[in-house]
């Protein structure tokens, strides 16, 4: 995505960019100009970045900005801004705190202390510097000095709502930051404000911090309601807005997606139809991987983009994998035509996932995916009750844009019962279970379709096998009970015992 650089029109009201991209989409467009906002989140969770970014955005509109701080220095927000790679210029900054360079004799005595003089005093000076600039755009930061100052709720209320008239006559936008160092939520703020965004930053028990926004309040702006995961990098705030699946249908031909295995399409009578998904569910190392994998190859064979994103599995064990089965990966690699992407879910939040696998489907036009396991998915979750919904959109999303989407899950075991962490089968279209039987003190492979939602399937067990040619399958056995309960019971017939089992792969 990319940031929008003019206002934009909606309603019939002028409305301007945040300078985040992903922020104007929760907002459905951006903000009303000429009013007064409060960003508020606890120290660390991005606001002054945040509002830099607002600014920013003003001076590429050719825009007047000021930025008043009361707990920064200029040389503080200049070290953030080129961490950012951004440069200030076109930016005023007005120090309401001195910096150490203020005892040099030779620099001009233009900044205050807020603790040495009187609120009124403070709020004049902010007057003053504004009437003389005139901005369009005005960040504050932050309310936490003037409310010490005030000493009294009263009092801080009764300021604020100056400023903000004080504002509204001059025709400019105010991004008013709050650090939450009140005892209490100054909901008397939030009635003040014509929109209230809040910052949070969550830290799990073992991996990166996780941060998220919500639109708290927005008056007379539809916004896209709930928790927004983001992140702070180089270049700034990155926000992913909630997928919301209804949003984004499509037209699409439901044809089917073929395997390139004739005997596997034979048992699914086709084929996975496009704008479906697949559970591949069985136990480690049985093939759900190999398997998977050869729909984003028949999808390249196509001409077709497919993504595999690896949980478990660093890249070089599954190109190495593929090489060992004789699948071509890598020169699909090399031509663009599959790409594979390393997800570390101690590392990567929900809504960035989401993000990403939106990105490939509307930018790079990716036809299928591939999400190997569930069991990294469910992992890269803070909150597990939230993994199912967040699931059902994504699946609901990738099937309104036409996309066959493979999901892997590994139950837990081996041999005998096993069992999953989670239940998806009810949000998948279809089911397809493998299993591992012993025959004559071998280790064989079983596989069936469970469940198939649209159109026929067949409803025998078969053998499969994995070699250096690829998948195999059998033909329909018979004589073959108990696989699916766990506790399988083999008789050998002419057609099986032909059958290959002796290659152990995942």
Known sequence: MTERNEAVELDGAPRISTGVAGLDTVLDGGLDENRLYLYEGRPGTGKTTIALQFLLEGVRQGERVLYITLSETERELQLVASRHGWSLDGVSIFELVPPETTLDPERELTVFHPAEMELNETTKLILDRVSELNPKRVVVDSLSELRLLAHSPLRYRRQVLALKHFFASRQCTVILLDDLSSQQNDLQLHSISHGVVLLEQLAIDYGGERR??????????????????????????????????????????????????????????????????????????????????????????????????????????????????????????????????????????????????????EVDG???????????????????????????????????????????????????????????????????MLRYFEVDGTVRRAISVVK???????????????????????????????????????????????????????
């Open 212 to 361: 998220r926004l919500r639109v708290i309040k927005m008056r007379g702006i539809k916004f896209r309601g709930g928790y927004h995961d983001f992140t702070i990098e180089t270049g700034g705030v990155h926000i992913f807005p909630r997928l919301v699946a209804a949003e984004h249908h499509r037209d699409f031909d439901e044809e089917y997606t073929p395997s390139g295995n004739r005997e596997l399409d034979e048992m699914l009578g086709g084929g996975f139809e496009r704008g479906t998904n697949a559970l591949f569910l069985g136990a480690a190392g049985v093939g759900k991987s190999s398997l998977a994998l050869t729909y984003a190859l028949a999808a390249a064979n196509r001409g077709e983009h497919a993504v595999v994103y690896a949980f478990d599995e660093g890249s070089g064990t599954l190109k190495a994998r593929a090489k060992n089965l004789g699948f071509d990966l890598q020169s699909r690699l090399e031509s663009g035509l599959i790409r594979l992407q390393q997800i570390d879910p101690a590392e990567l939040s929900p809504g960035e996932f989401t993000a990403n696998v939106q990105k490939s489907v």
């Open 452 to 506: 198939k939602r649209s159109g026929r399937h067949e409803h025998s067990v078969r053998e499969f096998s994995l070699s250096n040619q690829g998948i195999k399958l059998g033909p329909p056995t018979l004589g073959f009970t108990g696989v699916l309960a766990g506790s399988p019971h083999f008789s050998i017939t002419p057609a099986m015992s032909k059958a290959d089992g002796s290659n152990s792969a995942k």
């Open 366 to 432: 990716a036809r299928v995916i591939v999400i190997d396991s569930l069991n990294g998915y469910m992992n890269a979750m803070p909150d597990e009750r939230f993994l199912i919904l967040q699931m059902h959109e994504l699946l609901s999303y990738l099937g309104q844009r036409g996309v066959l989407t493979i999901l892997v899950l590994a139950q837990h075991g081996l041999v005998g019962p096993l069992e999953a962490p989670l239940d998806l089968s009810y949000l998948s279209d279809a089911v397809v």
